[in-house]
C-alpha cells in the first residue's frame, strides 16, 4: 500500500489554524489595534464598512515595519516581540504569538501599508488566502495601515455563522472600549459605514470613561487607590446610583490588558455588600499593575481569563480598597465634582503623589418610592430630581384622583368572573411581598415580579391599540448613552413612540425625554432607559421573540420597581387590585411565580 500521510500546504494549515484567533470582525480589530498599540502609536483610527464583513481598516501612526519586516510579519510565528520561551514570563506588550496576522491573512484579502520614520519610502503589501500578490513600494504616511477585506471569503461556513451586522458591530465596539479604556492617552477615532461614529481625544483615564459611556458617569465614579508589595490597584467603581440590571460596563485591566476574572468580580461585589440591591451590578473600571512573571497569559489567545500567582490575597486586596472607598465616601459630607479639578495625572502608576480620592455625597437608602427621600446629588441636578420629584407626586395624586380606585366595587378578574374585589386585609412582608387576604383568600404577592407583569401586559397591549397615556416630565430628562447604546436606542425610538415614550436625540449620543408613560417612574426616567437598552442589547442576541415582545419585557424590566418599595396599606391595595384585575397575575411572562394563593380548603386540608 501507499504512503497517505502528507503536509498541508501553508494556506491550509493557516486557515485552519484562524479559526483560533479571528472568530469574527471584532478579532480582527482587538488584534490591530493591539500591534497598533505594541508600535507605540498615539493616533488609531478604525474604519469598520459592514459590522467589518466587507472592510476592516486600521490606520495608526506607531513605529512602522521595513520591508522585510513587512513581508515577515504575515509568516505564522513571525514576531517582534519575544525572542526566547523565558521572555513570555516578562511580556508586557498585547501580542507575542506572533500568529494574528498570518491568521487574519489567511481568511481576507489584507492590504498592508507602512512606511518607518526615518525610510523615504513604504511598503505595500496585498495577500489573499495567505498568498503574496504583490509587494511594491509605496509613498505612504509614517505609521500603518492594514485594510481586511472580504473576511472568511474562502471559508463561507464561517461567514454564514456571523450574526447581524447590529450584533457584530457591538462586538466590534465592545473591543475598541476595553483597549480605548485602557489606552486613554491614545487617540481613537471610529468610523462606521462612512461616518464617523465617535472619537475618543487624548485624555485621562477618567475622561475617557466619560467619553465612552456619557455624562451619567462623571459624578458617579469614585477613585481607588492601593499599592502593596504584590500589586498596585486603581481605577474607578461607581456609586450605588450608577449601578445597572446586568453587569455591563465592568472592566479589569492587569498590566493594561482586560481580562474576567470571576473571584475578583466576586470581591467587587462583596465590598459593596448590601449597599446594592440584589441583582444590580456598579460599573467599574479596575487595573492591576503587577510583575509579569506573577501573572499567566500564555493560555488560548482569545480567551480573557488570567492566572494570577497570587489570586487569593489580591482578591482580599481589592475587595479592602474598596470597602475603604466607599466607606470613605459615605462619612465625607460632600465634594463637588464640577469644580473642574484636574485629575489628569491621577492614575498615571509613576505619579507618587499622595492621592486624594474625590468623594461624593449620596445616600445608599435612597428609594424613589418613599416620598420623603430625595437623592441628595450634589449641584444643580438635584433640582432637576426635587422638581421631578414634587411633580411626579403632584401627577400620580392627579391621577389617583381621577381614577379613584374603589376596592370594594364590582370589578372584572382575569379569570373574566364578575367578582366583588374586597380586599379587607394587607401588609408587607421584608418590604418584597405583600400578603393579602381578598374574595376568602390569601395572596402572597412578589412585588417586583407583580410590577413586571403589569408593565409588561401594558406595553404589550399598547403595541395592539396605541394608545398609552403619556406622563409629561415637568422639564426635560437628558439621557447621555455610550455611542453604541446610543445607536441601539436610535432604532428603537418610533416603538418607545407608539408605547407613549416621548424621546427625542438631542446632539452626539444624549436624547432628551419630555413625557414617559403613565406607570414608568418618571423620576428615574434615564435610568429606566438606560437599563432597557443594555437589557435589550444583551438579551437581543439571544431570545427569537418578536420586536414588540422584547421590548415590551425589557422595558418592563427596566421600570419595575427596582429597589424594594415602602407602601402604605392604601398603596398596597391599589397595587393589589390592579394586579388582580391583570390578565395573568400567577406568573412572569418567562414563568417565574408571581403570586401565590392559597384557598380556604387548602387551609382545610392542611389542618387535617
Ligand atoms: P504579534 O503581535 O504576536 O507579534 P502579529 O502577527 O500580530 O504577532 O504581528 C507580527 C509582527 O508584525 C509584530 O511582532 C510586529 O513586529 C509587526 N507588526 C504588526 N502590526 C504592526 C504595526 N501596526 N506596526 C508596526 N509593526 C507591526
Ligand atoms: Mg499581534
Known amino acids: 500500500m501507499s504512503d497517505i500521510i502528507h503536509l498541508l500546504p501553508d494556506s491550509v494549515a493557516n486557515q485552519i489554524a484562524a479559526g483560533e484567533v479571528v472568530q469574527r470582525p471584532a478579532s480582527v480589530v482587538k488584534e490591530l489595534v493591539e500591534n497598533a498599540i505594541d508600535a507605540h502609536a498615539t493616533d488609531i483610527t478604525i474604519s469598520i464598512v459592514d459590522a467589518g464583513r466587507t472592510i476592516i481598516q486600521i490606520t495608526d501612526n506607531g ?22 520561551a523565558a521572555d513570555i514570563f516578562h511580556i508586557r506588550s498585547m501580542g507575542f504569538r506572533g500568529e494574528a496576522l498570518a491568521s487574519i491573512a489567511a481568511v481576507s484579502q489584507t492590504e498592508l501599508k507602512t512606511r518607518q520614520k526615518d525610510a523615504e519610502l513604504g511598503t505595500k503589501i496585498c495577500i489573499a488566502g495567505s498568498k503574496i500578490e504583490s509587494q511594491t513600494p509605496d509613498a505612504c504616511p509614517q505609521g500603518t495601515t492594514f485594510t481586511v477585506k472580504n473576511l472568511f471569503f474562502n471559508t463561507p461556513a464561517r461567514r454564514k455563522f456571523l450574526k447581524s451586522n447590529q450584533t457584530e458591530f457591538n462586538y466590534i465596539l465592545a473591543e475598541i472600549y476595553q483597549t480605548a479604556i485602557a489606552n486613554p ?34 459624578k458617579g465614579l469614585l477613585s481607588i487607590e492601593d499599592e502593596s508589595s504584590i500589586v498596585k490597584i486603581y481605577g474607578y467603581v461607581g456609586v450605588p446610583e450608577i449601578a445597572r440590571k446586568n453587569g455591563a460596563n465592568q472592566f479589569f485591566f492587569v498590566n493594561n490588558r482586560f481580562f474576567r476574572q470571576k473571584s475578583f468580580l466576586g470581591s467587587v461585589m462583596r465590598a459593596y455588600g448590601n449597599l446594592l440591591p440584589q441583582k444590580e451590578y456598579p460599573p467599574f473600571f479596575i487595573f492591576f499593575e503587577i510583575d509579569p512573571s506573577n501573572i499567566d497569559v500564555n493560555i488560548h489567545p482569545t480567551k480573557t481569563e488570567i492566572k494570577f500567582s497570587d489570586e487569593f490575597n489580591i482578591c482580599q486586596l481589592l475587595e479592602a480598597t474598596i470597602k475603604c472607598t466607599l466607606g470613605k465616601n459615605n462619612i465625607v459630607p460632600s465634594l463637588d465634582f464640577s469644580d473642574s479639578a484636574d485629575y489628569s495625572d491621577m492614575f498615571s502608576p509613576k505619579n507618587e503623589k499622595p492621592v486624594t480620592p474625590p468623594t461624593i455625597k449620596y445616600n445608599p437608602e435612597y428609594n424613589p418610592f418613599k416620598s420623603q427621600s430625595t437623592p441628595s446629588y450634589p449641584n444643580q441636578k438635584t433640582n432637576v430630581r426635587n422638581w421631578e420629584k414634587m411633580f411626579e407626586e403632584y401627577e400620580t395624586n392627579k391621577k389617583d384622583d381621577s381614577l379613584h380606585f374603589d376596592f370594594s366595587a364590582e370589578n372584572t378578574c382575569a379569570d373574566g368572573q364578575s367578582k366583588a374585589l374586597n380586599i379587607p386585609f394587607c401588609t408587607q412582608i421584608q418590604k418584597k411581598y405583600i400578603l393579602a387576604f381578598a374574595n376568602e383568600k390569601i395572596y402572597v404577592i412578589d412585588i417586583k415580579r407583580a410590577h413586571y407583569r403589569m408593565l409588561y401586559d401594558q406595553f404589550f397591549d ?12 415637568l422639564l426635560p430628562i437628558r439621557i447621555d448613552l455610550s455611542a453604541d447604546e446610543a445607536e441601539t436606542l436610535k432604532t428603537l425610538l418610533p416603538q418607545l413612540q407608539e408605547l407613549g415614550f416621548d424621546i427625542e436625540e438631542f446632539g452626539q449620543n444624549s436624547f432628551v425625554a419630555n413625557g414617559a408613560p403613565a406607570d414608568v417612574p418618571i423620576g428615574e426616567l434615564s435610568q429606566v432607559i438606560t437599563d432597557f437598552i443594555t437589557n435589550y442589547s444583551e438579551n437581543n442576541k439571544t ?22 418599595p415602602n407602601m402604605t396599606v392604601e398603596e398596597m391595595q391599589h397595587f393589589v ?23 380556604p380548603e387548602d387551609l382545610t386540608k392542611k389542618f387535617n
Not at 395592539?464 to 406622563?471: A, C, E, F, G, L
Not at 387590585?577 to 384557598?599: D, H, R, W, Y
Open 462 to 473: 399598547s403595541f395592539t391599540h396605541k394608545q398609552m397615556p403619556s406622563q409629561k416630565t
Open 577 to 599: 387590585a390592579q394586579l388582580l384585575q391583570n390578565k395573568s397575575f400567577t406568573m412572569t411572562p418567562e414563568g417565574q411565580i408571581v403570586t401565590i394563593i392559597v384557598e
Open 543 to 564: 431570545v427569537k421573540d418578536s420586536v414588540q415582545e422584547q421590548i415590551a419585557q425589557n422595558l418592563a424590566k427596566a421600570a419595575s420597581l427596582y429597589r424594594n
Open 63 to 84: 513605529v512602522g515595519m521595513s520591508e522585510t519586516d513587512a513581508r515577515m510579519a504575515f509568516e505564522r510565528h513571525a514576531t517582534s516581540k519575544i525572542k526566547e
Open 185 to 218: 492617552e491614545i487617540s481613537f477615532t471610529i468610523y462606521k459605514d462612512g461616518d464617523l461614529f465617535a472619537k475618543y481625544g487624548k485624555g485621562n483615564l477618567k475622561q475617557r470613561i466619560v467619553n465612552i459611556f456619557g455624562k451619567q458617569m462623571e
